[in-house]
């Protein structure tokens, strides 16, 4: 039996050690009405080599983006992954460990997650990270509770231009406790409404929350809204593309109290959107209502220095009903992850690569403004992703598809108003070439 | 050793050259964007390849990790993780799509998932599944969140959910993240429900009951029917964390128990790794009056093609961006595809033979916490050692010194001095031998010289580790001195 090492001679020994005739035995106690009476009904073990050819050729029924030229973001970016990330996060001593409950003899796992919480807050400008969440979605969730349980209010204020997965999350997470949501729309030229959020937000207000680049891919002027925030007592939560913040003001500078989002972008793959994990970071006095763990450094008993679990007292299993949040498992090798990508990368690194996105995505733009039809009525502050619309979008995106590209999301689904509005992203996997291909072949199309 | 933190091995001279220069005329970001969106410096290091691979590899090595130790840590399944499904997973057909692309390039994912789906209703009973939520506390999130839609829904007025005082810490962090007010109820005196205390709390206001079975003690909840009878009188719903799932596996089914929302943790049973705490997969499976409720979307097939089937009645909604851990969920089927009916039988059998078999041989010498038999897990209450001066925290420390991972210890929190002991059916008898004898050793250990686990460890990379100073001085992250 696969991965079983029980020998017969060895239960046969082990049941006359346990004092029991028989496997079946062992279960004796249990009410006869329970028990399944036959055999699942599920196929036979296969080999490992039968198994291989069998989840192989699903694999292999997938179109991956390498065998289109895709502008695909909307959330989730291809990136360049350096060669020496795999074999890093692929050790079993870190893939087979758990949670380092056991601080002497987990040392590693611990310093490598607090170099982590370190890169989270030298990239926001905040002063403490947990040591992640699940995904964007659920980070931004977490953060939105945080924000509730230290401001005592009872509304929540969102921007309509966050990711809607994550609005979406964030509806689910609050559907069993009684808070107000309120979204506010947006401007003509892609920004957040800043006119509307003056109006909504009031002395009940907890937080507001905005993302930047936001889903139209906007940069938005976030110390217009966090001003207006903290003149109310709320607190600004803001989404953030954490690869974005090589280039882009630190939010910590910016009036923001919680930064969250999805660290996908930091050395992790697409794999249809998961695993990534999602980050929180936020200032010195928020720190205990932060959900999920934490890694402090300390010392051992010989004063050296070491690194353990620490402020477990708001955790589900010491607080239980009273804790910040149920939070057990997280995505620490998500996290890892980045910090080893970070560190291959390093500060050129990720300068260049936020660089050469902007200019690629920049250039992509000043191309889609030469197509006639193509209308672009968005701000051109953007970083990686924008806008660009055009008559029966639809129709156009699958001729495109039709002539292996994918040009991008349609946004319709999300904003109906945008029913005709693509956006488009290049990071710095893109080539000149690629993207003149895309705007020659969509000549082409609308000829 | 070098104990230096990554920021303090930078160089600013060394640049990377992973990222290909694209070939149009650059622009300066103060040239394209508003300066006051822009940052004035970036603190990140600066390192080459080498000196960033010894880092980390020299970091791995500072721990203890499955494929290197044995680590029987109760109530979270540290199963042998095999090799194939990590080939699998990392497939470039399954690294490489994007969420957003077309069904129709999806479509192996999908069948994948479907497949997956199909597996585990067979092997629970449950009628559907939905893998978005990420972990066993994101699925009992989700399914306590289609509880309380489902009362809503039925006009029912409910307000509290039952939980065992046996129970973990999650399920009622849970209950309070769905609005519920949690009423604990006090375990017997073997660790088992009572049923007249279960009574007493019930009525009409009870929402759900939260379940492990078998529970935290590593018992089986005999009186699970008289439960279920109970809450369902009463209108409840009845809902299964399924982190011990494992010595159950084509013995019984949550559906048999009867349950009506169930997760199961695929990083426990299913054999995906721990990754030093996640990504694991809760998988949220339910009985036919709770598919309504399910998030969405659901994986659904029509003709040939599998497809996003977003029209759910009643949805939750979604619990985290997109699909779920989708490579976790590759690795999950890897598995099941080798086990198959047969071998799951086995996977259950030797779990739970194996956890006997060290319950019988260190009864004498340490204390059980219930007489009552027990299946894949057991907990020893170190209340002897502790009268003789070593606390169940001295004896998991001393554990590390023999190269064993320390079980889990004072959970659950009804058992005192408590370490829980799992070492599920991947390991062999000389593995669970070589751990008798330390535990025997090192109880003989406290009547020589207890200063040895007073002090221990001392063969890890440091010695016992000053938790409360960690959290008396809060320091979380790397400062540039200045």
Not at chain 1, 19 to 34: E, F, N, R
Request: one cysteine or more; proline letters at 4%.
């Amino acid at each position: 039996m696969p991965y079983i090492l029980n020998t017969e001679n060895d239960i046969k020994e082990m049941l006359r050690v346990a004092g029991v005739a028989t496997l079946d035995d062992l279960y004796k106690h249990l009410p006869s009405q329970i028990r399944l009476k036959k055999e699942l009904n599920i196929p036979s073990g296969f080999s490992e080599y039968e198994v291989k050819q069998s989840v192989t050729s699903l694999a292999a029924k997938n179109k991956t983006i390498n065998s289109f030229n895709s502008f695909l973001g909307a959330g989730l970016y291809d990136h360049y992954i350096p060669s020496a990330l795999k074999p890093l996060i692929s050790r079993a001593e870190f893939l087979t460990a758990y949670t380092p409950y056991q601080a002497e003899c987990s040392q590693g796992i611990l310093q490598a997650i607090y170099e982590y919480q370190s890169y989270i807050c030298l990239l926001t400008g905040m002063d403490v990270s947990n040591a992640s969440l699940f995904d964007g979605g659920s980070s931004l969730a977490e953060c939105v509770l945080m924000s509730l349980r230290i401001t005592k209010r009872n509304k929540v204020v969102l921007s309509s231009l966050i990711n809607p997965e994550y609005k979406k999350t964030l509806y689910t997470y609050l559907s069993g406790l009684n808070f107000k949501i309120q979204e506010i729309d947006f401007d003509a030229e892609g920004f957040t409404d800043r006119a509307a959020l003056k109006s909504v937000i009031d002395e009940n207000t907890a937080c507001f929350a905005l993302q930047s680049p936001n889903f139209l891919g906007t940069i938005e002027d976030i110390e217009k809204f966090s001003s207006l925030t903290k003149e109310k007592g709320a607190l600004t939560i803001l989404v953030a593309n954490p690869l974005s913040l090589s280039l882009l003001k630190e939010p910590a500078c910016q009036g923001v109290d919680i930064v969250c989002g999805d660290g996908q972008v930091l050395g992790g793959s697409l794999s249809l959107g998961g695993p990534s994990f999602g980050f929180v970071a936020t200032k010195n006095e928020y720190l205990r209502q932060m959900p999920g763990r934490i890694v402090g450094k300390t010392v051992d008993r010989e004063n050296k220095t070491a690194y353990c679990l620490t402020l477990q007292a708001r955790e589900q299993h010491i607080k239980r009903e009273k804790a910040t949040s149920n939070i057990c498992s997280n995505q620490s090798l998500n996290a890892i992850q980045a910090a080893i990508y970070l560190s291959l990368m390093g500060k050129d690194g990720m300068q260049k690569c936020a660089l050469y996105s902007l200019n690629l995505a920049h250039y992509l733009y000043g191309r889609l403004s030469e197509v006639k039809s193509v209308k672009l009525s968005f701000s051109q502050n953007f970083f990686n992703e924008f806008i660009w619309q055009i008559d029966d979008a639809k129709s156009v995106l699958k001729k495109l598809y039709k002539r292996k590209i994918i040009s991008g999301l349609n946004v319709g689904n999300f904003y109906p108003k945008l029913k005709n509005g693509i956006l488009s992203c290049c990071t710095e996997t893109k080539s000149r070439e690629q993207i003149d291909n895309f705007i020659e072949t969509l000549k082409d199309i609308l000829k | 050793m070098d104990d230096r933190l990554i920021f303090e091995k930078s160089d600013s001279g060394i640049k990377a050259s992973y990222v290909k220069k694209p070939e149009i005329g650059l622009k300066e970001p103060k040239e394209i964007l508003p300066a006051n969106c822009l940052r004035s410096g970036l603190e990140l290091p600066s390192l080459g390849e080498l000196e960033v691979v010894r880092h980390y590899t020299n970091l791995s090595k500072r721990n203890f990790s499955l494929d290197t130790n044995f680590y029987p840590l109760g109530s979270c399944t540290m199963k042998y993780n095999p090799k194939i499904n990590e080939e699998l997973a990392s497939l470039e057909g399954f690294l490489n799509i994007h969420p957003y692309q077309n069904e129709e390039c999806l479509q192996g994912a999908l069948e994948l998932i479907y497949n997956l789906e199909t597996l585990l209703c067979e092997i629970t009973g449950m009628k559907r599944f939905s893998f978005q939520a990420s972990s066993g506390a994101q699925g009992e999130l989700t399914g306590m969140l289609m509880v309380k839609k489902y009362h809503k829904v039925m006009k029912n007025k409910k307000r509290k959910v039952i939980i065992p005082d046996s129970a973990h810490g999650t399920n009622p962090a849970t209950s309070s993240m769905c609005g519920y007010e949690t009423k604990v109820i006090e375990s017997d005196k073997d660790g088992l429900i009572d049923l007249d205390k279960l009574n007493k709390a019930v009525d009409a206001e009870t929402a759900a009951i939260m379940l492990t079975n078998p529970n935290t003690l590593g018992l089986f909840e005999e009186n699970i029917l008289e439960v279920a009878e109970i809450i369902h009188k009463n209108g409840g719903l009845l809902y299964y964390d399924g982190a011990n799932f494992n010595p159950l596996l084509g013995v019984t089914t949550p559906r048999l128990m009867g349950f009506d929302a169930i997760h199961l943790n695929l990083h426990k049973t299913f054999s995906t790794p721990h990754g030093c705490g996640g990504p694991g997969a809760g998988a949220v499976g339910v009985v036919d009056k709770l598919l309504e409720f399910l998030p969405v979307p659901l994986i659904d097939k029509k003709k040939d093609d599998f497809y996003f089937n977003y029209k759910i009645k009643h949805s939750i909604g979604k619990v985290r961006a997109f699909y779920g851990n989708f490579s976790v969920l590759v690795r999950a089927y890897a598995y099941l595809l080798r086990l198959g009916r047969e071998g799951l039988v086995r996977v259950a059998q030797n779990a739970t033979l194996n956890a006997n078999y060290i319950k019988e041989r260190l009864k004498n010498d340490y204390n059980v916490a219930s007489n009552k038999p027990s299946m894949h897990e057991v907990v020893f209450s170190c209340t002897k050692q502790k009268e003789k001066g070593a606390s169940a925290l001295d004896i998991a420390k001393r554990l590390i010194d023999y190269g064993v991972h320390p079980p889990t210890m004072y959970f659950p929190l009804i058992v005192k001095e408590a370490l829980m002991v799992e070492p599920t059916e991947t390991e062999s008898r000389k593995t669970l031998d070589y751990f008798i004898d330390s535990m025997l050793k090192i109880n003989k250990e406290i009547d020589e010289n207890k200063e040895i686990l007073h002090n221990a460890p001392s063969a890890a990379y440091v010695k016992r580790v000053d938790e409360v100073k960690a959290a008396r001085n809060p320091d979380l992250r790397w400062v540039r001195e200045k």
